[in-house]
């Protein structure tokens, strides 16, 4: 053994003893495949390459030898075929306390990877049994002893064969074994614990051949994690030839050398600040890739090599890919060593909601799953989808189907497949046709010429269609099923897919604590150094816990450390920068949520004299949704920040001023040219085209001009643009129009004697109300919802039918006044002139009651609002109310009547049922309908206001015809009920419109 702490040689060391005996053909052993190429660059990095050493993992070792010793080793099991296995053990062995746990998925996973575990510990099946019998209560490890067993006895039947079963083969061998290795020196670098297996392999070998094992370890509290390796090695009889001593040399820092001596040291001292340590703290997974990024950035551009930079995350797979992008966006070579899930992949992603979609009880959505990822699919043919779906139009993946001409051609194929194996074939042509379609014609990005290659998408193509092929193949082994759509699923969510291949020179890599152990850098960042990620809570196995383990006693089942395995990891990023660490945490999530720092931060700083004060710390908060313009690592970054701050067009005078080359100079201004004003707010129309078609309108509605008064930006959207919803039509809009239907009809032919309802025939008038509202709407009353919301309206028009038998007024409705009609002449149904407004232009309407008095001619209007609340005249203008006062101009202009009020009616009131509007003063004939006291005005307050109401009117008419739509909610408030922000930007620019430049008003 030789041993020592991280900076004491033992690869110079390793090196050095390989080259001395390079005569003998030696061995390197390393953990990963990926350890190789590095270690290859080590033999050859003093300009002297080394030829004639064998660089090998454990697993390529054993395969070395069974060829070796000639061993007729049968073809090894793939990933599938091991899962198909294990499915087919649960289904022969008798099972009660795991019954319910193994029809879920994932157990199969969970059960390869308990099996692989007890394998490489060299634990057969019987000795489990063993352990399970003697145990307290081991029912529950006897049923996973018998999983093991029939995996085992269908592995055997089957013919082939797995890493447990090529160890035991190898090692049964004994004594031909070592013959068969003969004298080569045999070199094992970069392991931290051996399994049962790898010990066994070593000691066999070790009775021909020199074994050296390096490891890294030091009697201190950080390198505690590797002690069980040396005392394993010891119990094999392996001797201590070498101890290395640390080189206090190794970093430029006295700081960094004095905290990686001492961290985790109970009694350590504190040493004196330098600029080896900064601290980088920041908000949210953007941000604090966005801060590392910057930091990376500066450092290249102050003569740092790419290779010098390493970034190191705990959990590589999951925070690598967002590292990586930022690094891509910020011009950084990088290379990320981790691999993502194939489910997380837009391949991976399409191929499992396409195999929900061939299933039995699949669901349009299933299938839109499956649309939306795939990149040759037509956007708009699954826009469509979708709007049908959320519509309640297709409720089934069949009546999708059956509306398509041309069915989307994957499914199609899925679904034409007589069998498993037909299906996995099917699902292997779509893997390769999902990744290879990026490329198609037909998926170009419009005016960018060919998409860039992604090639983490082909590569997860490649995977899928080799898992699809594996699984076809599971199907034949004995006892085994044929593979299901379920089957494939679990098996693309089980694969992952490496985000980066081949040798990372010249990069910047994004790596896990595991393999930055090997790698130099001369800037180490430690990245998401929060509470809960790095330390990491420990993993738990699902099948067998600790609990458990401990119950059974087989000490090679034992768990390591965790927490002293956290500190050895945290401590290997602490030892690798040779120059400068820096620490990066974030203190709040993407939401603003507050994080607790990692308690390794505080570690390191009880290191330094004067603690967290002493130490530079870079803050990178939520508020940088752009860099600050001096932090900006390319010319697009600059742009982006420069437009931030306004300084987009014309703007030349500021960007002379930078600091710049010409050449990226140009390209800013290019991109700040390229782009519209990021700060330019919505406002009038300016488009010669669409001003010509509103200056040519007439014609006005009078709905349409109380709506512009509410907020022109509002009226634009909803009676211009007039989106399309992706939900059924609105109720309120809906029931609205129903209810107005089926009102008209009822006061046209009135089910009693008097025009409006009495006392004796209420009942009457409320039966056939809700006859006419049944014929009105009951049609499209197909939803609860929607039968629960005609319900309400008409309880709520009862509600006012019995209001109005307490009424004494004389007013009654004419048949002919109701949805009274000005400004339609020309079309079928009777008409009254329109109201001039003058300049040519014209109003027109429908006003949906008339009360006429005895003499005929004194009119009160109704107009029959759904809402709760109704304005009063005192809220006319703060809340934009136009129609009372325009409906009563046409009934005085346009029908030759008397308005003496015009009302409001609100149907959806719960107290207050009285109407709301404008009345004369001390018309007697109006006291009995019961109006508030401040909407009576005196008669010529009453005409003052019809008169300011029409000069409103032709102001809002004008301004429409000019296509002057403004942001300006009438009384400079938005309504809560208006949803419209997302397109008028309304409150996304808040802190610009102070003041108002357009529209005013803070929303
Ligand atoms: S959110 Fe306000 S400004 Fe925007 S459309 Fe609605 S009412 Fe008008």
Redesign the pocket.
């Known amino acids: 053994m030789i041993v020592g702490p991280p900076n004491s040689g033992r690869l110079g060391e390793v090196v050095r003893r390989l080259r001395a005996q390079l005569d003998r053909e030696p061995v390197l052993l390393v953990p990963r495949v990926a350890d190789a190429d590095r270690f290859e660059r080590a033999l050859c990095a003093d300009g002297a390459p080394v030829t004639g050493v064998s660089i090998r993992t454990f697993a390529w070792l054993l395969e070395d030898l069974a060829a070796a010793l000639a061993l007729a080793v049968p073809p090894l099991l793939s990933a599938p075929e091991r899962l198909a296995l294990a499915r087919a053990a649960t289904r022969e062995a008798e099972l009660r306390l795991l019954r319910r746990s193994a029809e879920r998925p994932g157990f199969a996973p969970a059960l390869v990877a308990l099996i692989e575990e007890l394998e490489a510990a060299l634990i057969p099946p019987t000795e489990l049994a063993d352990a399970a019998a003697q145990a307290e209560g081991g029912e529950y490890e006897a049923e996973l002893a018998r999983l093991y067993a029939a995996y085992v006895s269908l592995r055997d039947r089957a013919g082939r064969a797995d890493l447990g079963s090529l160890a035991s083969a190898v090692l049964a061998q004994g004594q031909r074994l070592a013959d068969a290795w003969g004298s080569r020196p045999l070199f094992v670098y970069g392991f931290d614990d051996l399994t049962r297996a790898q010990l066994e392999l070593l000691r066999a070998l070790s009775g021909a051949a020199e074994v050296t094992v390096a490891a890294t370890y030091d009697d201190r509290e950080a390198l505690a994690a590797p002690a069980p390796l040396i005392a394993d090695l010891q119990d094999l009889g392996a001797e201590l030839e070498l101890r290395l001593e640390h080189d206090p040399g190794y970093s430029e820092s006295p700081l960094l050398a004095h905290i990686e001596r001492n961290l985790f040291e109970p009694e350590a001292s504190a040493a004196a600040p330098d600029d080896g340590l900064v601290l980088l703290e920041s908000a949210g997974g953007l941000g604090e890739a966005e801060a590392i990024g910057v930091e990376v950035a500066k450092l290249l551009a102050t003569g740092a090599e790419p290779d010098d930079v390493v970034i190191v995350v705990r959990r590589a797979d999951a925070s690598g890919p967002l590292l990586g992008r930022v690094l891509a966006r910020f011009g950084v070579p990088a290379a990320v060593e981790a691999a993502v899930p194939l489910a997380r992949t837009a391949v991976g992603a399409s191929l499992v909601a396409l195999c929900r979609a061939a299933a039995p009880d699949a669901t349009p959505r299933d299938l839109l799953a499956h649309l939306r990822h795939d990149p040759a699919f037509p956007a708009g043919i699954a826009d469509a989808l979708e709007r049908r779906i959320a519509r309640g139009e297709v409720h089934t993946l069949e009546e999708a189907w059956a509306s398509w001409e041309r069915p989307p051609r994957h499914l199609e194929r899925l679904r034409a497949a007589p069998d498993g194996v037909a299906q996995m074939e099917a699902l292997a042509r779509s893997a390769r046709e999902l990744a290879q379609c990026v490329h198609r014609r037909q998926a170009r990005l419009a005016g960018h010429g060919t998409p860039p290659l992604e090639p983490v998408e082909l590569r997860a193509g490649d995977v899928a269609a080799a898992l699809a092929r594996e699984l076809a193949a599971a199907g034949s082994l004995a006892g085994c099923a044929p593979p299901t759509l379920a089957d494939a699923i679990e098996a693309i969510r089980g694969a992952r897919v490496p985000l980066w291949r081949g040798p990372t020179e010249g990069r910047v890599c994004v790596l896990g604590p595991q393999q930055a152990r090997s790698r130099p850098a001369r800037y180490l960042f430690c990245a998401g150094l929060c509470e809960g990620e790095f330390p990491a809570a420990a993993p738990r196995d699902p099948l067998l816990g600790e609990d458990r383990r401990a119950r059974l006693g087989l000490p090679a089942l034992r768990r390591a450390d965790a927490a002293a395995g956290e500190r050895y990891l945290f401590h290997a990023c602490v030892a690798r920068p040779t120059r400068r660490l820096y620490l990066s945490w974030r203190s709040a999530d993407d939401d603003g949520g507050p994080l607790a720092c990692s308690p390794f931060v505080d570690d390191v700083l009880d290191l330094v004299d004067g603690g967290e004060g002493a130490v530079e710390r870079r803050r990178h908060g939520l508020e940088h949704a752009v860099l600050e313009p001096a932090d900006a690592p390319t010319p697009r970054e600059l742009a982006r920040a420069l437009a931030a701050r306004g300084l987009a067009r014309g703007t030349g005078g500021e960007l002379a001023g930078l600091e710049l080359p010409a050449a990226a100079l140009a390209e800013v201004r290019a991109l700040l040219d390229s782009v519209p004003d990021p700060w330019a707010l919505p406002g009038p129309l300016t488009h010669p085209g669409v001003l010509a078609s509103f200056e040519e309108r007439r014609v006005l509605s009078s709905t349409s001009l109380e709506g512009w008064a509410g ?1 022109s ?2 009226w634009f ?1 909803e009676h211009e643009l007039a989106p399309e919803r992706l939900e059924p039509t609105s109720d309120p809009l809906w029931i609205g129009g129903a209810v107005h239907k089926a009102l008209k009809r009822l006061y046209a032919d009135p089910p009693g004697d008097d025009a409006i309802p009495r006392p004796g025939d209420l009942e009457r008038w409320q039966r056939r109300f809700a006859e006419l509202l049944e014929e009105e709407a009951m049609d499209r009353a197909d939803s609860p919802e929607r039968a629960a919301a005609l319900a309400r309206a008409r309880a709520q028009v009862d509600a006012f039918l019995a209001e109005e038998t307490r009424s004494e007024a004389e007013f009654r409705p004419r048949p002919d006044l109701l949805e009274a009609r000005f400004g339609f002449e020309g079309e079928n149904e009777p008409s009254a002139p329109p109201l001039e407004l003058g300049d040519g232009l014209v109003l027109r309407g429908s006003i949906d009651r008339i009360d006429l008095a005895p003499d005929g001619v004194s009119a009160v209007i109704r107009d029959y609002k759904t809402a709760r609340k109704v304005p009063g005249v005192a809220a006319f203008e703060r809340e934009g109310a136009l129609q009372a006062q325009l409906y009563a101009l046409a009934a005085r202009e346009c029908m030759r009547l008397k308005p003496i009020a015009s009302l409001y009616q609100p149907l959806g009131a719960t107290d207050k049922r009285g109407p709301r509007g404008m009345a004369v003063d001390g018309d007697e004939r109006l006291q009995a309908l019961g109006l508030t006291g401040t909407d009576y005005l005196e008669p010529g307050e009453f005409r003052a206001v019809l008169d300011a109401a029409l000069d409103a009117a032709r102001r809002h008419a004008a301004r429409m015809r000019a296509g002057d739509i403004r ?1 300006d ?1 009438a009384g400079g408030e ?2 809560r009920w ?1 949803r ?2 997302a397109i ?1 930007r ?1 409150e996304r620019a808040f802190w610009r419109e102070e003041g108002g430049d357009n ?1 005013g008003g803070a ?1």
């Open positions: 907020c930006y509002r959207i942001r909610p938005c309504p208006c419209l922000q008028c309304k529209g929303a």
